[in-house]
């Protein structure tokens, strides 16, 4: 049984910032390749990951399904053994493969970075650029875009930094080490030394 999460993701309709849609891509194409990885990258580095599915046409966003000859392809291992190549550090996801209705569809669900932003570590001519970070646009249309300016970096160094320090306060708690909001002033101490004096 498919859950309704990801029959609603199929069925939406159009994409947002954290869904992307792609007609049926080949996995034995190293461009068809190359697209899947960007789009991955580039959803990782998001707040809260996302999604992308693949059996949705381009533009008219219709739920057209993947080729047979595609979609038997696409298997979790063979794919982030590929993705392992082009992303550092290591970006997490799980693949979907779903038949609703006669059509046949892959939903990727891309777990955003842990600590630090996810880097493209090796070229792709035309396609992938070694140390780029990838993102999906911000602002008007969304696609899946290199970093283009000061804003969308500011927003995922910003992310890198939140999801930082709530590491390191999970770290200290799990030790035993509990960090004290309360402000202690010079005149609190004094007073202390003065032991009431």
């Known amino acids: 049984m498919v859950p309704d999460e990801l029959l609603d993701i199929i069925y939406y309709g159009r994409e947002s910032r954290s869904l992307e849609y792609k007609q049926s891509l080949?996995?034995?194409?190293?461009?068809?390749?190359?697209?899947?990885?960007?789009?991955l990258l580039a959803l990782a580095n998001l707040m809260d990951g996302g999604y992308l599915v693949l059996g949705v046409e381009d533009g008219s966003f219709e739920p057209i399904g993947m080729r047979d000859e595609d979609y038997?392809?696409?298997?979790?291992?063979?794919i982030a053994d590929h993705v392992k190549n082009y992303a550092d550090p290591y970006l997490e996801f799980e693949l979907?493969?779903?038949?609703?209705?006669?059509k046949m569809f892959a939903v990727f669900k891309v777990f955003a970075f842990e600590e630090v932003p996810v880097l493209?570590?090796?070229?792709?001519?035309?396609?992938?650029?070694?140390?780029?970070?990838?993102?999906?646009?911000?602002?008007?249309?969304?696609?899946t875009i290199e970093v283009p300016n000061h804003v969308e970096m500011r927003e995922i160094i910003s992310t890198a930094v939140e999801k930082g320090i709530r590491l390191f306060l999970e770290k200290n708690?799990?030790?035993?080490?509990?960090?004290?909001?309360?402000?202690?002033?010079?005149?609190?101490?004094?007073?202390?030394?003065?032991?009431?004096?």
């Open 96 to 102: 979907n493969t779903i038949e609703d209705k006669g």
């Open 26 to 39: 080949n996995w034995n194409d190293n461009e068809h390749k190359a697209k899947i990885v960007k789009s």
């Open 120 to 143: 493209c570590k090796r070229q792709y001519p035309g396609a992938l650029r070694h140390g780029a970070i990838y993102t999906r646009s911000k602002t008007g249309k969304p696609e």
């Open 173 to 197: 708690k799990r030790v035993g080490i509990g960090l004290s909001m309360e402000v202690i002033t010079d005149d609190d101490k004094y007073d202390k030394e003065l032991g009431g004096i």
């Open 72 to 78: 038997v392809l696409l298997n979790q291992d063979d």
